[in-house]
Nanobody, 124 residues
Framework: VQLQASGGGLVQAGGSLRLSCAASGRTFGTYTGGWFRQAPGKEREFVAA????????YYADSVKGRFTMSRDNAKNTVYLQMNSLKPEDTAVYYCGVTRTVLSAIRDANNYHNWGQGTLVTVSS
């Protein structure tokens, strides 16, 4: 499985961006997809995930109500719609996949096939 993230950029606080993560094959019905982010000097942190079977979505408290994750199985792609962006959302955003149990989907160590990441910069 190869993943490629895109859609990052520079946006003012309060603005929106939509990130995409395209997979090389029929991935997101087999694997749970996740978005993580990593700011300079910080560890990679969970942002959102979409379950491989039921399509339920899970979010970090810091983004709940502002970010929405979705998937298009026909396009082998997951998305992260980010609204009401804040300067603290600035980070490189990565997508990965996992088959781990639901209770462990927030742990980056359970994900693999990370894409190259896409930089999101939110100016104040």
């Amino acid at each position: 499985v190869q993943l490629q993230a895109s859609g990052g950029g520079l946006v003012q606080a309060g603005g929106s961006l939509r990130l995409s993560c395209a997979a090389s094959g029929r991935t997101f019905g087999t694997y749970t997809g996740g978005w993580f982010r990593q700011a300079p000097g910080k560890e990679r942190e969970f942002v959102a995930a979409i379950h491989k079977s039921n399509g339920y979505t899970y979010y970090a408290d810091s983004v709940k109500g502002r970010f929405t994750m979705s998937r298009d199985n026909a396009k082998n792609t997951v998305y992260l719609q980010m609204n009401s962006l804040k300067p603290e959302d600035t980070a490189v955003y990565y997508c990965g996949v996992t088959r781990t149990v639901l209770s462990a989907i927030r742990d980056a160590n359970n994900y693999h096939n990370w894409g190259q990441g896409t930089l999101v910069t939110v100016s104040s």
